[in-house]
C-alpha cells in the first residue's frame, strides 16, 4: 500500500510536503514499482475519490505520466462484483528514477507575487466554512481564512454525490464556470495541505488543461509564513 501520509518530507514543519526525487524514488521502487509499470491508484473513501489523485499528481510531479485512477475506487470495484483479496501483498522492489518536474508546482513566492500581478486564477478546494473562516482547520494550531484573491471551489464539486465517482469533463467545465475560473488562462490550485487540490487538477486535467500548477505548501505554509494582512476571513 502505498500511504501518501508517510511518503512525504519528514523535515518540513508543513502537512504533507513532497519528499525529495531520491526518497519517492526509494518509496516507489520498495513497492515493486519501475519506470515500465503503468500505476493504477484508487482509495476506500465512501466519496469514491479523497486521496487517490494526490498520489496520481505525485507521480505526475515526479515525472512518471504512466498512472490511472480507478474512478469511483474499492466502493465502486466492490459495487460491481469485481473479486477482493485480504492480507499482504508482497513485491519484488524495483529501480525507479523519480525526476521532479518544478514547473509543476506553485511556490509560497509565486502566491506572493500573484497578489500584485493577479496574472494566475488560484482556486483553494477546502470547504466554504474553511475558507470563510467560520469552521476550524484540522490542524489546531492553524486558524481558518483564505489567501485575498482566490475563488473557493469546494473538492466535492468535481463529484458526482449519487455515483461516487469523478463527473464528466463536460459537468466539470460547467463547474468550473460556475465559479467564473476561465481554464483558457493560467490557474494554480491549493488547499489545506495539499491533498484535496489535486483533485481540482485531475478536473482541469480532464477538462483538456495539463498545465495546472499545484501550491504544495496549501493554506499550512501561508498561514505560517504570510503577513497577517494576507489572511483573511469572510464578514
Known sequence: ????????????EFDMMLPS?????AYAGNLGIGNDTH??????????????????WMFKVFGHDNVSILNGGLPAWKAAGFET??????TQPR??????????????????????EKTVQLLDARPPGRYGGSQPEPRADVESGH??????????????????????????????ESKKVDLSNPVA???????????????AYLCGKFDVKVYDGSWCEWFFRAKPENILKNE
Open 21 to 25: 526525487a531520491e526518497e519517492f524514488s
Open 85 to 90: 483479496e485480504a492480507g499482504e501483498v508482497k
Open 39 to 56: 500505476v493504477i491508484v484508487y482509495d476506500n473513501s465512501d466519496m469514491g475519490l479523497f486521496s487517490a489523485q494526490r498520489l496520481w
Open 95 to 116: 529501480d525507479f528514477k523519480a525526476e521532479l518536474r518544478a514547473d509543476m508546482l506553485f511556490t509560497f513566492d509565486d502566491v506572493e507575487s500573484n497578489l500584485t
Open 189 to 203: 490550485v491549493m488547499c489545506g495541505s495539499g491533498l484535496t487540490c489535486t483533485g481540482l487538477y485531475l478536473a
Open 147 to 176: 489567501v485575498p484573491n482566490t475563488i473557493n471551489v469546494p473538492f466535492g464539486m468535481i463529484l458526482d454525490a449519487k455515483t461516487k465517482t469523478v463527473k464528466t469533463p463536460g459537468e466539470l467545465e460547467k463547474a468550473f
Open 1 to 12: 500500500m502505498f500511504n501518501v501520509d508517510d511518503c512525504v518530507d519528514k523535515e518540513s
